[in-house]
Nanobody, 124 residues
Framework: QVQLVESGGELVQAGGSLRLSCAAS????????MGWFRQAPGKEREFVAA????????YYADSVKGRFTISRDYAKNTVYLQMNSLKPDDTAVYYC?????????????????WGKGTLVTVSS
């Protein structure tokens, strides 16, 4: 299994931007589709974004389309989530996940590994 470590979460004002990073260990980064999920206080974990193994396909939750962008850097074994126009509703712990198929991850299935999460707090 690949090991995942998220970073970049912090307190930000509404309307601001933040970039989350997820560093993957091992030599098999390119074998995995990668995704971001989030869990707000008192709510279930939900899908945010996913990117295919080759990086050509991306999927987004409707709530973040047009504001968030997922990308990956194979040289750094890292996947990113650029978050713009942040809203208080984006406040959550954000988790990175590795899976086999990005489309499957987008409907909540097929995750092989999870990171421990990074907290994003958006103040109004």
């Amino acid at each position: 299994q690949v090991q995942l470590v998220e970073s970049g979460g912090e307190l930000v004002q509404a309307g601001g931007s933040l970039r989350l990073s997820c560093a993957a260990s091992g030599r098999t980064f390119s074998s995995y589709a990668m995704g971001w999920f989030r869990q707000a206080p008192g709510k279930e974990r939900e899908f945010v974004a996913a990117i295919s193994k080759g990086g050509s396909l991306t999927y987004y939750a409707d709530s973040v389309k047009g504001r968030f962008t997922i990308s990956r850097d194979y040289a750094k074994n890292t996947v990113y989530l650029q978050m713009n126009s942040l809203k208080p509703d984006d406040t959550a712990v954000y988790y990175c996940a590795a899976g086999r198929v990005a489309q499957t991850m987008s409907v909540g299935g097929g995750m092989d590994s999870w990171g421990k999460g990074t907290l994003v707090t958006v103040s109004s």
